[in-house]
């Protein structure tokens, strides 16, 4: 595995939250207007999700609007953005005081985070996701603008002397490409991406392109897209989270040196695909959906046992919904209705205050905070309609 200190920032690199897209194409969540259909049990997901608001409201929410601040901006956000996708709206108390604190942190760059913090261009993509959230009427159009403009000078491109040929070209890290020791990585990638498509990016951007060419050699298919030497190794369709700089000695890396695939990475990685426009032919988006469904899996997360167990949960119900299935074949030919699994996985772990806690607390998920916004978000994909 990556290190613990690497493998935290990998954690808190995932606490964000996405709008809905329908098939191989963006929309904001509160215009979607694709038909769900599940068999997903809707008195049981109504039951679990309002629980878990109740926790986070009486029991997470601090006076200033912040949870679990210690960490940064990124629990707020994801709260946030957990009780907004679940029908609650901008005018709740709650989510009002999370919006009034994630506001304080707007700064003059454009960026939206921690005066002195080190992760700025995740912790401002985080906070543009909430935002795009709660944008009724326009109320929020200045701030995404700016943040939009923000994210793309974090982006390694030719302006900090990476070229097209460079590994680490199109790529995000967590603070701008420009800083001493700085790279990118597939789960900053992502949340880039994401987050310059909810701030008004098409497909076509030139960012999103770019971030697409560095998203592409993360994948482990050999291909015109990905000629670096782990994609030959392990060829699974499979996703990892950096080939720049591996340590040898990391869990990460293969007997046969090839880097392995895993399931936060490869959900990212799908997604990603879809964001910047590939489409349902495209050998990466097949190679991708097949390693999904030979690794389909709600009790870990595939690769990584129950490390980041919860933030595996939501990227698997962002991304399938992302995708446009209502089921996933697995390797035995069996069809699933992912977002009925995922409603009984979840209601069954839920504690009876309503929270969720990872008993595996690697990278803070034994922050039942994060857990129990991991999993309402999780849960925000699974309403049929």
Not at 56 to 84: C, F, P, W
Not at 206 to 220: G, K
Request: charge should be neutral.
């Amino acid at each position: 595995m990556h290190t613990v200190q690497v493998r935290r920032r990998l954690f808190l690199a995932g606490l964000a939250s996405l709008a809905l897209v329908s098939r191989f194409g963006i929309a904001q969540e509160k215009d979607a207007k694709k038909e769900v259909k599940t068999s997903a049990d809707q008195a049981k997901l109504a039951a679990t999700v309002a629980k878990a608001i109740e926790y986070l409201k009486t029991k997470g929410q601090a006076e200033d609007g912040s949870l679990s601040k210690q960490a940064g901006l990124g629990v707020t956000a994801l709260a946030v953005s957990a009780m907004l996708q679940n029908g609650l709206t901008a005018q709740d108390p709650a989510v009002a005081k999370g919006l009034k604190f994630l506001e304080a942190n707007i700064q003059p760059s454009g960026g939206i985070h921690s005066p002195k913090s080190r992760f700025v261009n995740y912790e401002t993509c985080l906070a543009v996701m909430t935002f795009s959230n709660a944008n009724k009427e326009g109320k929020y159009d200045k701030v995404l603008a700016d943040a939009n403009k923000f994210l793309k000078t974090m982006q390694f491109d030719g302006e900090e002397g990476h070229e097209k040929d460079s590994p680490q070209f199109g790529g995000g890290g967590y603070s701008a490409a420009s800083s001493k020791g700085g790279r990118p990585d597939l789960s900053n990638t992502a949340f880039m991406v994401e987050a310059l498509r909810a701030s008004g990016s098409g497909a076509d951007d030139q960012a999103i392109q770019n971030a697409l060419i560095f998203v592409s050699r993360c994948q482990n298919l050999e291909s015109p897209h990905n000629t670096t030497p782990p994609a030959a190794l392990v060829n699974d369709g499979g996703f990892y989270y950096s080939g720049i700089s591996v340590d040898k000695k990391s869990d990460d890396v293969l007997p046969n040196g090839g880097l392995r695939s895993y399931g936060t990475m490869s959900y990212a990685g799908l997604k990603s695909l879809i964001f910047a426009g590939v489409g349902p032919e495209d050998p990466r988006v097949k190679a991708a959906v097949g390693w999904i469904g030979k690794n389909y899996d709600l009790k870990s997360n595939p690769g990584m046992g129950t490390n980041g167990l919860y933030y595996y949960y939501q990227t698997f119900a962002k991304s399938l919904d992302v995708m446009g299935n209502s089921t996933v074949k697995d390797a035995k030919g069996a069809e699933h209705d992912w977002r009925k699994d995922l409603v009984e996985e979840l209601a069954s772990r839920q504690r009876e205050d309503g929270a969720w806690v990872n008993t595996n607390g690697q990278w803070m998920e034994g922050d039942a905070n994060l857990c129990t916004c991991f999993a309402l978000l999780a849960l925000s994909h699974c309403k049929a309609k």
